[in-house]
């Protein structure tokens, strides 16, 4: 077994990862009374950064 390091990133630093590469959340939520599904929400959510030297898909 390894040790590994602590190191501690500031919240910009993770930020700029994270948008450079992109960040995929999905999600589910059900609210439910007496085994009788009353609302259902889902989630999917795409996070990145954007780069104009990459065309828009709307061709704008």
Do not use: Y
């Not at 500031?10 to 994270?18: E, Q, Y």
């Not at 995929?24 to 007496?34: F, K, N, P, Q």
């Amino acid at each position: 077994m390894t040790v590994v390091e602590r190191r501690e990133i500031a919240l910009v630093d993770l930020l700029d990862r994270l948008l450079a590469g992109g960040v995929v959340i999905t999600g589910d939520v059900t609210l439910r009374i007496a085994d009788v599904d009353l609302v259902r929400i889902d989630l999917n959510v795409l996070i990145s950064s954007v780069n104009r030297n990459v065309p828009s898909p709307f061709g704008d």
